[in-house]
C-alpha cells in the first residue's frame, strides 16, 4: 500500500499545506486524493502569496474584481474565496462518505487581525457566508484575543481551525474556548451536530528556536526532541479533555471532538529526516497537515506506525530538561506566536502589492 495511504490506514487523516488553481484544474489534487488518502486542505496568506505571485491564473480575476471592489484586501479576499469554494467542491465527496469527519478547506482571517477579537469575528462571520459551504473551516489564530473570538464563532456554528498554537497552556485554553462556544450554542437552543473544529499545533519551528539553546547549554540529547514531546503531551491534554465528563454531556447532544491538527511538520533542520515529524506523530483521531514536498517523500520513504503515544516518560523528561536548565518554553512559545503573526503580515503585505501592481497593469 502506498506509504501515506498506511497513515490514513492509522487514523491519522492528511491534509495538503498547500492551495493554488493550478493543481484543482490540472487533476493533481484529485490525485492526491485519489492515490495518497489526502482528505482536506489548509491556506495561509504565505500559502496565497505565492499561489498568485507570477502566476497569470489569476490575472483575468484580479483585472475583473479590480472594477468591482475598492481595496487590494477586498480583492484578495475575493480571489482566496474562488478558490476555497473550488476545493471545498473537489472534497465535498470525502467530507460525504466521511460524514463531516474530513474532507474541510481552511480559509485564514486577515493576519492584522490576530490581536482584535471583534474584528476576527467579524471577518470569520463574513468569510463564512461567502464561501457558504458546509465543509469550510475558517481560521483564527490561538492568541490571548482570539481564545474569545473562537467560543464566539463556535457558538455560531461556524467551523473553525485554531491556527498558531505554540505552547501547551494556550492549546489548553482553546479547548476550554471550544467547549464554551458548544455550551453557549446548547443555552440558545441551537443543534451542535455539525460543528468541526480542529487545534493546530505547531511544530518544527518549536525546536528551530529550542536548538541553538540546548546546544549551547551543551543539552545535545534534547535537540530534535521539544516539538515530538510538545506534541505527545498535546494528544495526552486531547485526550483527557474529550473523555470528560463535561465533553461527554456534549457529545450526547451530537458534538464532536477537537481534534489536533499537527502543523508545521516540514523538516527546517537539514541534519533531521526529511520525514521525521510525521514518522513520530501518527495517532488515531489526529490530522497532520503536510506540503507537497514532503508527502512526497513520505511516499517514498516513510515509515508509517502509530507512534504519538509512544515513550510519553521520554516527553516528559525532555520538558523537565528544559525547566532544570533555565530554559522557559512558554516564554519562547509566545515569542514563536509573535513571529508567526508577523511571518503571515510579511507575505500579506507583499502579496497585496502585487495584486496592486497587476491591478495597474490591467487598467
Same mark, same amino acid.
Given at each position: 500500500?502506498?506509504?501515506?495511504?498506511?497513515?490514513?490506514?492509522?487514523?491519522?487523516?492528511?491534509?495538503?499545506?498547500?492551495?493554488?488553481?493550478?493543481?484543482?484544474? +490540472?487533476?493533481?489534487?484529485?490525485?492526491?486524493?485519489?492515490?495518497?488518502?489526502?482528505?482536506?486542505?489548509?491556506?495561509?496568506?504565505?500559502?496565497?502569496?505565492?499561489? #498568485?505571485?507570477?502566476?497569470?491564473?489569476?490575472d483575468?480575476?484580479?483585472?475583473?474584481?479590480?472594477?468591482?471592489?475598492d481595496?487590494?484586501?477586498?480583492?484578495?479576499?475575493?480571489?482566496?474565496?474562488?478558490d $476555497?469554494?473550488?476545493?471545498?467542491?473537489?472534497?465535498?465527496?470525502?467530507?460525504?462518505?466521511?460524514?463531516?469527519?474530513d474532507?474541510?478547506?481552511?480559509?485564514?482571517?486577515?493576519?492584522?487581525?490576530?490581536?482584535?477579537?471583534?474584528?476576527t469575528?467579524?471577518?470569520?462571520?463574513?468569510?463564512?457566508?461567502?464561501?457558504?459551504?458546509?465543509?469550510?473551516? #475558517?481560521?483564527?489564530?490561538?492568541?490571548?484575543?482570539?481564545?474569545?473570538?473562537?467560543?464566539?464563532? $463556535?457558538?455560531?456554528?461556524?467551523?473553525?481551525?485554531?491556527?498558531?498554537?505554540?505552547?501547551?497552556?494556550?492549546?489548553?485554553?482553546?479547548?476550554?474556548?471550544?467547549?464554551?462556544?458548544?455550551?453557549?450554542?446548547?443555552?440558545?437552543?441551537?443543534?451542535?451536530?455539525?460543528i468541526?473544529?480542529?487545534?493546530?499545533?505547531?511544530?518544527?519551528?518549536?525546536?528551530?528556536?529550542v536548538?541553538?539553546?540546548?546546544?549551547?547549554?551543551?543539552l545535545?540529547?534534547?535537540?530534535?526532541?521539544?516539538?515530538?514531546?510538545?506534541?505527545?503531551?498535546?494528544?495526552?491534554?486531547?485526550?483527557?479533555?474529550?473523555?470528560?465528563?463535561?465533553?461527554?454531556?456534549?457529545?450526547?447532544?451530537?458534538?464532536?471532538?477537537?481534534?489536533?491538527?499537527?502543523?508545521?511538520?516540514?523538516?527546517?533542520?537539514?541534519?533531521?529526516?526529511?520525514?521525521?515529524?510525521?514518522e513520530?506523530? #501518527?495517532?488515531?483521531?489526529?490530522?497532520n497537515?503536510?506540503?507537497?514536498?514532503?508527502?512526497?517523500?513520505?511516499?517514498?520513504?516513510?515509515n508509517?506506525?502509530?507512534?504519538?503515544?509512544?515513550d510519553?516518560?521520554?516527553? +516528559?523528561?525532555?520538558?523537565?530538561?528544559?525547566?532544570?536548565?533555565?530554559?522557559?518554553?512558554?516564554?519562547?512559545?509566545?515569542?514563536?506566536?509573535?513571529?508567526?503573526?508577523e511571518?503571515?503580515?510579511?507575505?500579506?503585505?507583499?502579496?497585496?502589492?502585487?495584486?496592486?501592481?497587476?491591478?495597474?497593469?490591467?487598467?
Amino acid at each position: 500500500m502506498n506509504n501515506v495511504k498506511q497513515i490514513h490506514e492509522l487514523g491519522q487523516s492528511i491534509w495538503l499545506d498547500f492551495i493554488n488553481r493550478e493543481i484543482m484544474n +490540472n487533476g493533481k489534487l484529485q490525485q492526491l486524493i485519489d492515490e495518497d488518502g489526502v482528505c482536506g486542505v489548509t491556506s495561509n496568506p504565505a500559502i496565497f502569496a505565492k499561489a #498568485i505571485n507570477g502566476s497569470p491564473d489569476y490575472d483575468a480575476d484580479i483585472a475583473k474584481f479590480a472594477k468591482e471592489k475598492d481595496s487590494n484586501d477586498d480583492i484578495f479576499y475575493s480571489l482566496a474565496i474562488k478558490d $476555497i469554494q473550488q476545493a471545498t467542491d473537489i472534497f465535498r465527496p470525502v467530507f460525504d462518505e466521511t460524514q463531516g469527519g474530513d474532507g474541510y478547506v481552511s480559509l485564514e482571517v486577515g493576519p492584522g487581525l490576530a490581536n482584535d477579537t471583534e474584528g476576527t469575528v467579524a471577518q470569520a462571520r463574513e468569510l463564512w457566508n461567502a464561501v457558504d459551504r458546509e465543509n469550510v473551516m #475558517i481560521k483564527i489564530p490561538g492568541t490571548k484575543e482570539g481564545l474569545a473570538a473562537i467560543r464566539q464563532c $463556535i457558538s455560531e456554528g461556524i467551523n473553525i481551525n485554531v491556527t498558531l498554537l505554540f505552547g501547551l497552556p494556550r492549546y489548553s485554553a482553546v479547548t476550554e474556548a471550544y467547549l464554551a462556544g458548544l455550551e453557549d450554542r446548547v443555552k440558545a437552543g441551537k443543534s451542535i451536530e455539525k460543528i468541526a473544529s480542529v487545534a493546530s499545533f505547531f511544530l518544527s519551528r518549536i525546536d528551530s528556536l529550542v536548538d541553538p539553546i540546548l546546544d549551547k547549554k551543551g543539552l545535545k540529547e534534547a535537540q530534535g526532541e521539544v516539538a515530538i514531546a510538545s506534541a505527545r503531551k498535546a494528544y495526552e491534554i486531547y485526550k483527557e479533555v474529550f473523555s470528560s465528563e463535561r465533553f461527554k454531556a456534549l457529545e450526547a447532544k451530537g458534538a464532536q471532538t477537537q481534534r489536533v491538527l499537527l502543523a508545521s511538520t516540514s523538516t527546517k533542520n537539514p541534519d533531521y529526516s526529511d520525514v521525521k515529524y510525521v514518522e513520530a506523530l #501518527i495517532g488515531e483521531n489526529t490530522i497532520n497537515t503536510l506540503p507537497m514536498a514532503t508527502i512526497d517523500a513520505f511516499r517514498d520513504h516513510g515509515n508509517a506506525a502509530s507512534r504519538l503515544e509512544d515513550d510519553l516518560d521520554k516527553a +516528559n523528561k525532555t520538558l523537565a530538561v528544559l525547566k532544570e536548565n533555565g530554559i522557559d518554553i512558554d516564554e519562547l512559545t509566545q515569542q514563536l506566536e509573535d513571529e508567526g503573526i508577523e511571518k503571515f503580515n510579511t507575505p500579506y503585505n507583499e502579496l497585496l502589492a502585487v495584486i496592486d501592481e497587476q491591478k495597474k497593469k490591467s487598467s
